[in-house]
């Protein structure tokens, strides 16, 4: 594990409330925000928290060592306003991204919004050999990112052994002196063969998330970001056995709750998955669809609202 430790000040936020859902095919949007001021009695912290795969996010250069996509400048920075429209509906705290190529382009998005305040800009560059990488936007403080590039694990049967493609970037966030550490995954894809590989991920991702609840220093944490597998699979049951981490998502009503179209079918790959505490806490969950979200990417945002005690 590779860790960077950074210098952070404190940051009061927006409580965030979501409002109902709408129409698939209605305005973008997130829910209002009510401005909440913590008068330092122990009001709840209100936290905001999106994961998203925002397919392909690429550069307009080539890099002779992957096998990226090359798109236009244009294709680029329609690509970037795409999402930045999303991003602004969103209004998060703290964003997962996936299919991001590099700190560059991730530099670039938060550029299309400086009004969400993103300071903090994640991305360390994985084994893809496409080049996307998961990532992380955040406009709380973030006191220390661990990768976990290179460590080797076993399958489920122990006869082989794999490593994150695309890497398990856990980025610890401190809002008003409450920590959640967020772990942000891209399993391997069940397009390619994969199922072996993917979930000897989750297995290994649950390990990594277990080792820091054991160790203390952890005690609220979310596993974020596209599993690439369905609810009830071997991939899903790994995440959250033994109870210590609970699917969000399930708090969204069964018609919403999806994230990907493949073939005309709508199917959930993308989840908030955290521990029991993180459970009681949510204020409301929702996955966002519509034209908007449609043009930026072929995946569906989730996002989630928690009133966190002091």
Known sequence: MRCSSRGWAWLLGLALAL????????????GGADAQVDGGGGEPVALRVATWNVENLFDARNDPERGDDVPSAGEV?????????????????????QEVENEAILRSLAEQVPDLGYTERHLVDSFDG???????????????VANHLGERFPNADGTEEYFFTRDALEVFTEKDGVPVTVMILHLRSMLDGGDDIRLAEALQARRIADRRLELGGVERMLIVGDMNDFPGSPTLDALLEGGSFVDLTLGIPVDDRWTFTFRGMRQQVDYVIGTPNMNEDVESIRILHGPEVDAASDHSPIVADFRIAR
């Open 130 to 144: 496409r080049g996307i990488d998961v990532a992380c936007l955040a406009r709380v403080p973030v006191t220390m």
């Open 77 to 97: 920075a329609q690509k970037l306003e795409d999402i930045a429209r999303v991003l602004r509906a969103l209004d998060a705290d703290v964003v997962a991204l």
């Open 19 to 30: 409002t109902a859902c709408g129409d698939d095919d209605g305005a973008l949007d997130a």
